[in-house]
């Protein structure tokens, strides 16, 4: 049995009981006692025949006909005494049976009744009681049923319970199952549950965590592979280098020494900016790097656009009224600053700034150059680190290919996009055009 039927079993045999007792109760204090109730259904024969056979006697034919039915009857019928018939009872019932009433003595399978209250029946018969034992009450039978009803609603319960649990708790316990696989290091494990499932909602957050954390991984993966890979190449280098440099101290002049030392000294910075590179995206990743604040686009662009190295020249066409941008400036324009270096240096010369806001209120900034562009298959691609078109070129050109790495963070940190689009015909330069979009 599976814990969640064994739980609800447990709280419906609760619920049924409480329901009984609530039920006896509440019918008890508004119509009177059930059992008595049943009691009385059951000897409704032996009072029918007093009411509408001995009762109905002439007033001095009451107790022949009494007689006369003692003698068929099973019931014993006795005569007693007022005063002792009331001393057995509760004072309710005693006050009942003063009035005339009928009291219903369950456990003995009696009623007791006064023979009337004003002595026409016989002399004293206003003192007497008349006593109905050994009546065919069988309050068990009666209290079989209800129990067996109650059963049958309880079954009836349980059943669909049953059922439904069933199903819930192997959802369950495919998920734990799930959990333990991938918690154990097998990342594809997934719980791939159909959609009718009562636990889908969960199954399928849960397989959406776990694609999430499976890519990340991969992505983590490839990253190390490509760090190790890119540092290789300069530390190789200059291991070189030094074996060099230790033969050429003993044998080698001034000029070819200082050169070594030129080259070995490039690849050392050659390392410390892909460690900053790495570290300014690695700190990115974290989020640590935001600072928000309100700034003017407009302005920080220019000033962007006026820190690009000299000798660069940029067009730029900046829409009126940009207005506010809640972000981090610095961010966003190393975002900017990386677009624009890139178009610098993989354009033939032309690069075109421009920033609009679009119709949907949307900030809309495009970098533009006149170079080879990207072909459509790579424009996903080229957002992912160390990631190159072509990589002996793009190598002599001093990139690690992080750059655009770390401006589509940046930009995703914003709730922006970048993405590479298709230049506008007859306008654009006809190169790359990657556009930065910031919800405005
Ligand atoms: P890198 O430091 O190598 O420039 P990026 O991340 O900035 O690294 O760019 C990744 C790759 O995308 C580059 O190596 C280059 O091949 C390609 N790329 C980026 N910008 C342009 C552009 N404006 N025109 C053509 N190719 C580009």
């Given amino acids: 049995m599976n814990r969640l039927f064994f739980r609800f079993f447990v709280l419906v045999m609760l619920a049924i009981t409480a329901a009984t007792f609530a039920i006896y109760f509440a019918i008890s204090r508004l119509y009177g006692d059930p059992l008595e109730d049943i009691a009385r259904r059951q000897a409704a024969a032996e009072v029918f025949l007093l009411e509408h056979y001995i ?3 002439p007033a001095d034919e009451w107790l022949v006909r009494l007689n006369k039915v003692r003698e068929v009857s099973s019931v014993r019928y006795e005569l007693l005494p007022l005063a002792q018939a009331s001393a057995a009872l509760s004072s309710a019932d005693a006050a009942l049976l003063q009035r005339g009433g009928m009291v219903f003595r369950v456990a003995d399978k009696a009623f007791l009744r006064r023979v009337d209250l004003s002595g026409q029946r016989y002399i004293g018969s206003e003192g007497e009681v008349l006593r109905a034992e050994g009546l065919p009450i069988n309050i068990a039978q009666a209290l079989q049923q209800e129990a ?6 309880a079954l009836a319960l349980l059943i669909p319970i049953a ?3 069933r199903a819930h708790w192997r959802g369950m316990q495919t998920l734990a199952r799930v959990a333990d696989e991938f918690g154990a290091g097998r990342l594809s494990a997934r719980a791939r549950m159909a959609p009718g499932a009562s636990i889908y909602p969960l199954a399928e957050r849960m397989d959406h965590m776990a694609d999430r954390i499976e890519r990340l991984m991969e992505a983590q993966r490839t990253l190390l ?4 890979h890119e540092i290789r190449t300069p530390i190789a280098r200059l291991e070189f280098g030094l074996e060099l440099l230790r033969t050429a101290a003993a044998t080698e002049a001034g000029p070819a020494l200082e050169t070594r030392i030129v080259a070995m000294e490039q690849d050392v910075r050659e390392l410390n900016a892909l460690m900053t590179e790495l570290l300014g995206m ?3 990743d974290s989020g640590q790097a935001m600072q928000r604040q309100p700034f003017e686009l407009a302005p920080a662009l ?5 820190a690009q190295p000299a000798g660069q020249h940029t067009e730029v066409r900046i829409a009126d ?3 506010l941008v809640d972000g981090d400036c610095r961010l966003l324009m190393r975002a900017v600053a990386n677009l624009l270096g890139n178009a610098a240096k993989y354009g033939a010369g032309r690069v075109l700034l421009n920033a609009a806001r679009g119709s949907d209120g949307q900030l809309v900034i495009a970098v533009e150059d006149d170079g080879p562009g990207i072909p459509a298959a790579e424009r996903a691609r080229v957002f992912a680190p160390f990631y190159r078109l072509d990589s002996s070129r793009d190598r002599a050109s001093g990139g690690f290919g992080l750059g655009l790495a770390i401006a589509h963070k940046a930009v995703a940190l914003h709730g922006g996009s970048l993405a590479v689009e298709d230049g506008e015909p007859g306008v654009g330069l006809g190169g790359a055009r990657f556009v930065i979009r910031l919800p405005g």
């Fill in 55 to 57: 009762d109905r006697a």
């Fill in 148 to 153: 067996l009803r109650y059963a049958i609603v």
């Fill in 163 to 165: 059922l439904w649990s």
């Fill in 225 to 228: 592979h490509s760090v190790s």
């Fill in 282 to 284: 690695a700190r990115l």
């Fill in 302 to 306: 220019r000033a962007c656009v006026a």
């Fill in 321 to 323: 009224g940009l207005g």
